[in-house]
């Protein structure tokens, strides 16, 4: 099990960071997140400081789909949280056939999502951001 951890800083210089990084790793590669989190009606996991998600990665060669659950918070400062991944493609379709990724969202959660995320990044930079929630506001759906 993994722990999810992530350092955001405020960037003065974005194009010196970029050029250090590939300097030092090489050079990005751009790729597009889809992510759409699920929960029950009642917000049962959010109320929990639970996540469950689908995110497909479109990249510059491939496409992958990964179905994730990450659990309560274990630290607060930093928000880290366990999370368990499970590349779709490893069960369902293959290397060269896409994933029945609708028939899983289906099957799994139903026709509603709890929000929808179109997340752009080159590397690990992001470029673009958007997102959807389809919760009512104080978390019911």
Do not use: C, W
């Amino acid at each position: 099990m993994a722990i999810e951890a992530e350092l955001k800083a405020r960037v003065q210089n974005p194009e010196d960071v970029m050029a250090r990084l590939e300097e030092a790793y090489g050079p990005g590669r751009p790729e597009v997140y889809q992510d759409t989190y699920y929960d029950l009606p009642v917000g049962a996991l959010t109320s929990a400081d639970r996540e469950l998600r689908i995110r497909t990665v479109h990249g510059a060669t491939d496409t992958r789909t990964v179905l994730t659950y990450k659990g309560a918070r274990v630290d607060e400062a930093s928000g880290s949280k366990p999370e368990h991944e499970t590349r779709v493609e490893e069960y369902y379709g293959g290397t060269n056939t896409p994933p029945p990724v609708e028939q899983v969202r289906s099957a799994l959660f139903g026709s509603r999502p709890a929000a929808t995320v179109l997340l752009a990044r080159d590397g690990e930079v992001v470029v673009g951001l958007a997102s959807v929630s389809f919760l009512r506001p104080g978390g019911r759906g």
